[in-house]
């Protein structure tokens, strides 16, 4: 068995958020999925983007906020699942007032250093 729990995990700051790297690539053997933990501060975001070959999902385990994908918009709460398919553009916001805390997983696992200088040189609203 395998374990790995957020205070262990590498963490990345930005846009109101917190992310933190449960699974990538090669760790304990996987090679198919990407997972991260995501705290989001009222009024955080991760801001609108795109993997074009990776399939998504967004698990809301608490809080509420605002999904964006394609041309759709969806507020979203804790038991909400979202799909999002490769090449669709996506976002979500925190829009309640509390974090709002979300799973997200990828495959085939997506480059985490690729999408963080992505996230690093957008400008924060």
């Known amino acids: 068995m395998h374990t790995i729990s957020i205070n262990d995990a590498p963490i990345n700051r ?8 449960l699974l990538k690539e090669g760790q304990f053997g996987s090679h198919n999925l990407v997972v991260t933990w995501v705290d989001c501060q009222p009024g955080g975001e991760q801001q609108m983007h795109v993997h074009e070959t990776e399939e ?6 608490r809080g509420s906020g605002l999904m964006k994908t394609g041309d759709e ?3 979203v709460s804790a038991g909400t699942l979202i799909f999002v398919p ?9 829009t309640g007032p509390e974090i709002l805390t979300f799973v997200s997983a990828a495959s085939p696992p997506m480059d985490i250093d690729a999408l963080n200088d992505y996230f690093a040189y ?4």
């Open 14 to 21: 930005r846009g109101g958020q917190e992310s933190y790297l």
């Open 56 to 61: 998504q999902v967004y698990v809301i385990v």
């Open 73 to 75: 918009e969806q507020e």
């Open 86 to 94: 490769p090449g669709n553009p996506h976002a979500i916001r925190n």
């Open 122 to 125: 957008k400008p924060q609203r």
